[in-house]
């Protein structure tokens, strides 16, 4: 069983940058591809960044490419989501998420296993 906790969330102004952690409980998360999703109200989950057990491979979604960053520190079972140049758009509730069935990053939410209980981002324009 795999536990998730994100911590970062907060209000920043447009241009400003964030930094989500996701702590992972059980040392097999050290081995599963990690996700990070967004939900903003009224909206569908929508795929962000991915990134492989190893960290050697990483996947973005368009809207966040160039401006938002993927990482982990598998001694610390903790995946980041570094977020600069933020925008009003990127407000929402940002989820991490943990694929115990691949190593290799996917953007497909309901291929993930375990879920965060998700952390506010709220960017003032």
């Known amino acids: 069983q795999v536990q998730l906790v994100e911590s970062g969330g907060g209000l920043v102004q447009a241009g400003g940058s964030l930094r989500l952690s996701c702590a992972a409980t059980g040392r097999a998360a050290t081995t599963y591809a990690m996700g990070w999703f967004r939900q903003a109200p009224g909206k569908e989950r929508e795929f962000v960044a991915a990134?492989?057990?190893?960290?050697?491979?990483?996947y973005y979604a368009d809207s966040v490419k160039g401006r938002f960053t993927v990482s982990r520190d598998n001694a610390k079972n903790t995946v980041y989501l570094q977020m600069n140049s933020l925008k009003a758009e990127d407000t929402a509730v940002y989820y991490c998420?943990?694929?115990?069935?691949?190593?290799?990053?996917?953007?497909?939410?309901?291929?993930?296993?375990?879920w965060g209980q998700g952390t506010q981002v709220t960017v003032s324009s």
């Open positions: 990134i492989s057990w190893s960290g050697d491979s990483t």
């Open positions: 998420a943990a694929d115990r069935d691949r190593s290799h990053p996917i953007r497909a939410w309901y291929e993930y296993d375990y």
